[in-house]
């Protein structure tokens, strides 16, 4: 994306990872954005390609420090799932699928602004809006798809909520609270501390270990199989050749 300030070298150039604003103006934007981190975190926890993420900086020009923004709560397919200080587009080569603003008196304008308009030049497939006081956005739930280059704005369903089709999910409020369903089997996430998240970050690790190690063994024994077979075959030829030698 052009800008018009001239590209640095790559190794002159500063990619802060703060800028020293809070992270969230009040509880219930930082209770609403945690939660559904940590909902998405372990919706896909069993998935060593989907980085969900949240209030970092996502740079996407290569040299130029200020061509940046932070979603509250993104989700990016096709990336590991690994521990980033910051994400560089140029360098991972996939932007986020999905994004939401937890909006405020000090954001809602520029989440519905600036921070829509970034992410459609970028390729954003889903960008919601969400206002945990229903004081700045009408109706406090709002969604949008990429339809061609265009973010366009979804209709809202009977409950006032959407679905999510790069995540599965149907989100819509409860009491100005999120909660996110499964598509498929109806059944709501659950809004998770990031302690929580860990743990079954690390149960669904544990899982994935003790599988590989039970196709391991399995492996070993169709090998062991194998190996007695071709014993005993090799037993049986050498039996009939001593019979027709005799």
Known sequence: MATGIPALASE????????????AETDAHRDEMMAAIGSLK???????DVYVAGDL???????????????DVFVIFGVPSHRRRIYKLWEEGVVPAFVLEVSSRGTWLEDAGEKRAICEKLGVAEYFLFDPEADYLDPPLQAFRRVGRQLQRLEPDERGGFVSETLGLSLYLEDLR???TDLETGVRLLRLPEEHVARQAAEAAQRKAEA??????????KAEARAREAEE??????AELAKRGR
């Open 57 to 71: 900086f996502i740079y996407y020009e290569e040299g130029n420090p200020k061509a940046r923004f932070a979603p």
């Open 212 to 221: 590989a190690q039970r196709e391991a063994e399995a492996a070993q024994r």
């Open 12 to 23: 002159d150039v500063e990619y802060p990872s703060r800028d020293g604003r809070p992270m």
């Open 233 to 238: 075959e090799v037993a049986r030829l050498r």
């Open 42 to 48: 372990a919706r896909f926890a069993d998935r060593d």
């Open 178 to 180: 999120l909660v996110m």
